[in-house]
T-cell receptor
Framework: EAGVAQSPRYKIIEKRQSVAFWCNPISGHATLYWYQQILGQGPKLLIQFQNNGVVDDSQLPKDRFSAERLKGVDSTLKIQPAKLEDSAVYLC????????????FGPGTRLTVT | SQKIEQNSEALNIQEGKTATLTCNYTNYSPAYLQWYRQDPGRGPVFLLLIRENEKEKRKERLKVTFDTTLKQSLFHITASQPADSATYLCALDESGGGADGLTFGKGTHLIIQP
């Protein structure tokens, strides 16, 4: 089966600009997550969707980050305006419904803010 | 405060030996504990999941133990190979079953020397 797809793979922007990332999860996976991974750290959860509803966005910096999951499939994560500290890899993951919390990750988008 | 600690330094192991990685946590009560492998430029890949009522789980050359009293998990790779060189991430799932996102440690960089 096809894995989690993300685009773009790399993005370089200047601070105060805006940027958007796209994720297409594994077909049939109800749960979708966005994580931020700063160099040398483990992934940190930003937001979790169950179908097209938000389950947890407690760690999302809502003054500048937003995310949506239209029709319970694809998702976009946006940053506006970007700060230098937003430089990181943004990972999308999906998980099937049921008694399994294992997650399937995409390759990530590496964002550099200059 | 809540903390997940993994071997902070890189772990160098001779090919053929057993590599043992440690994950310690404080102020968490995970229902599940998971281990992921991450290669440079890629997203994490799920390896093993162990539940709070399980002591040990095995999969091919991999073995995970989970001691909820010590608040520790050990991850073993037997007959290690250079291809096992990667960063290994420990992740906690407090609710179990995918209801919440995962909380990751920083990871341990494992190097298997030929």
């Amino acid at each position: 089966e096809a894995g989690v797809a993300q685009s773009p793979r790399y993005k370089i922007i200047e601070k105060r600009q805006s940027v958007a990332f796209w994720c297409n999860p594994i077909s049939g996976h109800a749960t979708l997550y966005w994580y931020q991974q700063i160099l040398g750290q483990g992934p940190k959860l930003l937001i979790q969707f169950q179908n097209n509803g938000v389950v947890d966005d407690s760690q999302l910096p809502k003054d500048r980050f937003s995310a949506e999951r239209l029709k319970g499939v694809d998702s976009t994560l946006k940053i506006q305006p970007a700060k230098l500290e937003d430089s990181a890899v943004y990972l999308c993951a999906s998980s099937p419904r049921g008694d399994s919390s294992e997650q399937y990750f995409g390759p990530g988008t590496r964002l550099t803010v200059t | 405060s809540q903390k997940i600690e993994q071997n902070s330094e890189a772990l160098n192991i001779q090919e053929g030996k057993t590599a043992t990685l440690t994950c310690n946590y404080t102020n968490y009560s995970p229902a599940y504990l998971q281990w992921y492998r991450q290669d440079p430029g890629r997203g994490p890949v799920f390896l093993l999941l162990i539940r709070e009522n399980e002591k040990e789980k095995r999969k091919e050359r991999l073995k995970v133990t989970f001691d909820t009293t010590l608040k520790q998990s050990l991850f073993h790779i037997t007959a290690s190979q250079p291809a096992d060189s990667a960063t290994y991430l420990c992740a906690l799932d407090e609710s179990g079953g995918g209801a919440d996102g995962l909380t990751f440690g920083k990871g341990t960089h494992l190097i298997i020397q030929p």
